[in-house]
């Protein structure tokens, strides 16, 4: 068993079409992101060995090197992470609980795998809503049938992200019952294709859908028990609901989530402008990066 009871799973590539990652092919920031990480990890007291660092390209710093992946999905960035973890899984890299985060989900203290959190774990998008919020993640080594699952369903249906092959964006999960939202999708589509039955577009659309709705049944209806909601505190991120999350998130904050290249993101998280008037940002994690030049020296707060 790792240190912290998980290892710590990050991927990048730099390839493609969709999802914010690929705006920075050909430049230094998405280096510096990954150089930040993997220091700041190492500072919160994570070994090298536990530390999964998974892209397209080479890379080494601090002696974590960089799995590499060639068989990317072009479709969509955020796709590739269950896909690549699966292979991952597969190759024995990943054989432990693990904590799964975008390189801009950044650890702000130590800590170890939720107790809380059942098989799978995300903090949701928004107070009240059924949809998971995806930059930060908790998988026990329990669930590596469900990331198999979802790699295979990304893939057949390119689907643009993780969370599109989640049971709980197939099933409304209140503990007695489950019912499965992806047939209300299935049916408004049918609704469309009946009134223009000669569109080509709807008739491609109505069969991608059906065949998720069917993949979703078969492969996560049944996992749905496994799935749990954690506390803002393991996702903190976007500013435009800050007010609604920082209330409910059990401090200190454990993980941070935003890009620094935001100026609404930066006022938020690292100046602390917001309703509570309170910086998220720690003061080591603002040296590491002034250091790795995600953040001008001469802004600093």
């Known amino acids: 068993m790792s240190k912290f009871n998980m290892q710590n799973?990050?991927?990048?590539?730099q390839s493609g079409s969709?999802?914010?990652?690929?705006?920075?092919?050909?430049?230094?920031?998405?280096?510096?992101?990954?150089?930040?990480?993997?220091?700041?990890?190492?500072?919160?007291?994570?070994?090298?060995?536990?530390?999964?660092?998974?892209?397209?390209?080479?890379f080494d710093y601090m002696g974590?090197?960089?799995?590499?992946?060639?068989?990317?999905?072009?479709?969509?960035?955020?796709?590739?992470?269950?896909?690549?973890?699966?292979?991952?899984?597969?190759?024995?890299?990943i054989n432990d609980n693990f904590w799964m985060h975008d390189v801009d989900a950044f650890q702000l203290v130590p800590f170890d795998f939720p107790t809380e959190c059942k098989d799978i774990g995300y903090a949701r998008h928004a107070p009240g809503r059924s949809k998971p919020q995806g930059g930060s993640a908790f998988y026990r080594k329990e669930?590596?049938?469900?990331?198999?699952?979802?790699?295979k369903g990304i893939r057949i249906f390119k689907a643009p992200k993780e969370e599109s092959f989640l049971p709980m964006l197939y099933s409304k999960l209140d503990g007695k019952t489950s019912k499965i939202k992806m047939q209300g999708k299935v049916d408004r589509i049918q609704l469309q294709v009946d009134a223009n039955p000669k569109s080509a577009r709807l008739q491609n659309k109505l069969v991608f859908y059906k065949g998720c709705r069917d993949y979703?049944?078969?492969?996560?209806?049944k996992f749905a028990?496994?799935?749990?909601w954690l506390n803002f505190t393991y996702n903190l991120s976007q500013q435009r609901m800050f007010p609604k999350k920082y209330p409910k998130t059990t401090k200190p904050v454990k993980v941070v989530h935003f890009h620094t290249e935001y100026p609404?993101?930066?006022?938020?998280?690292?100046?602390?402008?917001?309703?509570?008037?309170?910086?998220i940002v720690t003061d080591a994690l603002e040296e590491l990066m002034i250091k790795h030049h995600l953040i001008d020296a001469e802004k600093r707060r």
Not at 20 to 48: C, P, V
Not at 73 to 92: Q, R
Not at 216 to 221: C, I, K, R, S, V
Request: aromatic share 16%.
């Open 216 to 221: 979703g049944l078969e492969n996560f209806a």
């Open 225 to 228: 028990s496994r799935f749990s």
């Open 143 to 151: 669930a590596f049938d469900v990331v198999e699952a979802a790699a």
């Open 64 to 93: 974590v090197a960089a799995h590499n992946v060639q068989s990317i999905c072009k479709w969509s960035a955020f796709a590739n992470k269950l896909v690549f973890t699966n292979e991952m899984i597969k190759m024995g890299v």
């Open 9 to 13: 799973v990050m991927i990048w590539v």
């Open 18 to 58: 969709g999802g914010y990652k690929f705006r920075y092919k050909g430049t230094d920031i998405a280096h510096n992101y990954i150089r930040l990480q993997i220091e700041n990890s190492l500072m919160l007291g994570w070994e090298k060995e536990d530390i999964v660092l998974i892209t397209n390209f080479p």
């Open 264 to 279: 609404s993101t930066m006022n938020c998280f690292y100046y602390g402008h917001n309703a509570y008037k309170v910086p």
